[in-house]
């Protein structure tokens, strides 16, 4: 499956963004969906991750309440609502899916990232 991550851009503290994650080759719905983010000279981290019914939602603490990550499958594209955007959430965001994600803490695709910026 490839994934195609975009949304990213420049928008002022307080703000919101929605990124897209839209995927090709095969039904985005057999994966569960993770966001990741990394800021410059720090290490990746998880933001949000849904499965492939969209039943189960995890969330980072530092985004919990602020993001909501939804899945439209028959358009075959997750979604990563960012509301009340703060400096911190710079970074570049990138998309990932996997259909054993669970059991194995790994995600097999990845897209390419997004970058978002918050000013102050």
């Known amino acids: 499956v490839q994934l195609q991550a975009s949304g990213g851009g420049l928008v002022q503290a307080g703000g919101s963004l929605r990124l897209s994650c839209a995927a090709s080759g095969r039904t985005l719905s057999l994966y569960r969906v993770g966001w990741f983010r990394q800021a410059q000279g720090k290490e990746r981290e998880s933001v949000a991750s849904?499965?492939?019914?969209?039943?189960?939602?995890r969330y980072a603490e530092s985004v919990k309440g602020r993001f909501t990550i939804s899945r439209a499958n028959g358009e075959n594209t997750v979604y990563l609502q960012m509301n009340s955007l703060k400096p911190e959430d710079t970074a570049i965001y990138y998309c990932?899916?996997?259909?054993?994600?669970?059991?194995?803490?790994?995600?097999?695709?990845w897209g390419q990232g997004t970058l978002v910026t918050v000013s102050s």
């Open positions: 849904i499965s492939g019914s969209g039943v189960s939602t």
């Open positions: 990932a899916a996997g259909d054993r994600v669970l059991s194995t803490g790994k995600y097999d695709y």
